[in-house]
């Protein structure tokens, strides 16, 4: 499976690669430190290998980009592609109702 890692904190984005390759369910993890970075990542990677990621772990508060605009960016890019599906999962550390109904009426699944 092909996992893309969304966080302003390098240190979540590291333990996390570990523990998924530990796991042996990723073929092939990327990092990106903002919404922006993961954007310029899709476009150059998934969008000229033809690939998508299986799973993207996005933390909605980040500077630069945050996770709503790169999910708004997503799915515009997204719309135009093919009907691959891509499983996104956020994080925030501080839940509030407006975090969370932001992320699942874009399509989010809740962490």
């Known amino acids: 499976m092909n996992f893309l890692l969304v966080d302003d904190d390098e240190i979540f984005n590291m333990l996390n690669r570990k523990l998924l390759e530990k796991m042996g369910i990723a073929k092939n993890v990327r990092t990106a ?19 998508t990621p299986d799973f993207i772990f996005l933390d909605l508060n980040m500077p630069v980009m945050d996770g709503f605009e790169f999910l708004k960016q997503f799915q515009k890019m997204s719309s135009h592609g ?11 550390v501080r839940s509030t109702r407006y ?11 809740h962490c």
């Open 33 to 51: 430190n903002n919404g922006k970075e993961a954007m310029l990542l899709f476009q150059q990677h998934y969008v000229k290998n033809d690939v």
């Open 99 to 109: 975090n969370t109904g932001q992320g699942m009426r874009r399509g989010s699944l």
């Open 82 to 92: 093919g009907s691959t599906k891509v499983v996104i999962v956020f994080f925030v």
